[in-house]
Every structure is written in structure tokens, then in C-alpha cells.
């Protein structure tokens, strides 16, 4: 059993008209449902969503322990993610969990920690057409999509993106104004897999885009950890040589 939990901050659902009218139910819900459309019915796949304004941002030690997989979207309350829950990411990161950023997830306590940069960027809010151009498609996380992915309406994020040289680049964005970005990048820390994907703005419906679901789907597959829950298994620390 693949158990994959969607983080959500679900403030902007609640507090945001046109948000809400985008996704009634929450990002995290629409997202899970990308995840489970098109699984049969035997499917190993366990989905679970948890947010900022439960218990332990409904991430508690127990609950990371049994997560193969953490999807992360959070925009406009990264500073009240407290830093013992950030910690147990990047520890389960370390131990083999995949994790999947999105969008504005760039900007997040965990990512940038993982990262060890600022993770920022340029951007600018005008709902600007974007081709997001698959650049390496012998990829996992592309498999299915065709050379592009158009999305009609946007939000522009533009280079410089201050975060290390991905270890593959899946996807590269351009902008109707021009701009190109970095918009699906694998890195690996520890036994952990990451994946940032750049689209996902809360008053667009960037996630009922079938191929964007797509992506979602084989980025959870390409994360999961390759040694079962808790990764490889390696061992650390001193190792003496057996004596008779």
C-alpha cells in the first residue's frame, strides 16, 4: 500500500470569493482526486489530506511515519508552519518520502530547507498563456504528455529561480510575455525524491487540467520511496570488522 499524503495551507478556499469558486472543496481535495481518477478499483493507492489549521498542521509524527508520499501546496502562511513540523519533513525526506512542491510551495519552510537556498523568484499576476515544454521525455514524470502542456491562463513565475541545478529537468515554461522558467525540477536528498512542478495558482483551475493531472500521477509514482516505507535502509555510523 502507497500511502500519499496532499498538504494544503486551504486558507484562500476559505477566506477568497473567486478562490472559492475555483476550488469549493479545497485544492487538497481537488488534487486527491487528480490522484485517485483513473485508478482501478484494487488500486494500492492510499490518499490523505491534512492542513495548516489542524492539530500539528495534520502532520504528526505517527502520520508522516506511514506518508510515502507529501504533496505540499502553501502560498500566504509559510511563517506559521512551525519548525518542528518542517524538521520531521525533511527527516522523513532524509529516510526515503518523496516530496512533491507545488507552485507557490517554492516559497515554503520545508522546500527551502531541502534546498538550502532562498528559492525565490520573479513573477507577475496577469493570467499570461504558458506552455509548459516537456525538455526531457524519456522522464517518468512525463510519460503521456505530449511536447507541451498549454494552460490558457496563468500566473507568470520567471528566472532567475534561485534554487540548486536541478538534478533532471523535466519541464521548462514560457510565458506569453516572454519569460521562461524552470518549472519541473527533480532533485534527490538523502533517500528522499523531490519534485518541484510550478503550475497550481488558487484562482485558476490549473488542477482539472487533464494532462496537468497527468503529471501529478507519475510524479507520485516516480517519489515513491524505492525501498519501501523508510527508503534503502542504509546504515551509518561506526562498523567494526567481525573478529573471531
Known sequence: MTTVTIWNEYRHEREDDEAAAVYPDGIHETIAD??????????????????????DHGLPPAVLEETDVLLWWGHEAHDEVADEVVDRVQERVLEGMGLIVLHSGHFS???????????????????????LWVVDPGHPIAEGIDEYIELPETEMYGE?????EPDRLVFTSWFEGGEVFRSGCCYRRGNGRIFY??????????????EVRRVLRNAVDWAEPTGGKGGSGRTFGNRERDRD
Open 34 to 55: 487528480a490522484l485517485a481518477d483513473g485508478q482501478p478499483a484494487d488500486s494500492s493507492l492510499e490518499i490523505r489530506t491534512a492542513t495548516l489549521d489542524e492539530p
Open 109 to 131: 519552510k520545508p522546500f527551502k530547507r531541502l534546498m538550502g537556498t532562498t528559492c525565490n523568484l520573479q513573477w507577475r499576476e496577469d493570467g499570461a498563456t504558458e506552455r
Open 160 to 164: 532567475p529561480f534561485d534554487v540548486p
Open 197 to 210: 512542478f510550478r503550475p497550481g495558482h488558487e484562482t485558476y483551475p490549473i488542477y482539472e487540467n487533464e
